[in-house]
């Protein structure tokens, strides 16, 4: 009867650490893809605001209805960068981040996978022991007493660590699922609209950056604080696009 006990919790606890690998494997492939994703939108949108910049440089040096067209232009193309902006802002801070606190929660789930796989081999090694006595030994009740008590304290522990195991695994299951429901609603938030709304917007959308008041400054100029250094944004792309091209041929 115990050895069928002993089996039951085996195949539980494999579900188990399918489970953990399972997101283990899947969640730390997301968390890379999202946190390559992002880092592509922001030097998007660093190109994007150069761009506005020599747009803005240039209309100075026309005529006055040319010049009015081409900063026109490159306000509303200012407002999408604003857009880009708060989607890198809420993928860093509702995906990528919780995605990556994933690294410790499996290490964590594991540690509980080790301690119960720990306790219940120590149960089959005592429940070996016991038998192994009895066929032996099957009149010295002494040695026979000592060997159930050593089993019936590895089976209380077994039983403590597999409780404590499919309670946090409970847990971590319920948690999954909520991050994924976040995430979710990250990507596609309830008051979501389309880009072109976004872009139609005025300047002052809640999707304005709190960084600077207004996308272009007094001289007709993106504000230089969202801005990288321009060299490290070309060594970027060069790398990314090495990767590309890496991928293809492979």
Known sequence: MLRRVLENRDAQTRQLQDAVTNVEKHFGELCQIFAAYVRKTARLRDKADLLVNEINMYASTETPHLKQGLKNFADEFAKLQDYRQAEVERLEAKVVEPLKAYGTIVKMKRDDLKATLTARNREAKQLTQ???TRQRNPSDRHVISQAETELQRAT????RTTRHLEETIDNFEKQK???IKVFRNSLYPPDYSSRLDIVRANSKSPLQRSLSAKCVSGTG????CRLRKDQQADDDDEEDEDLD???EEN
Do not use: F
């Open 221 to 224: 100029q993106v504000s230089t």
């Open 156 to 159: 209380m522990d077994a039983t």
């Open 130 to 132: 016991l038998e192994r």
């Open 245 to 247: 091209g890496t991928e």
């Open 177 to 179: 699922i909520k991050d």
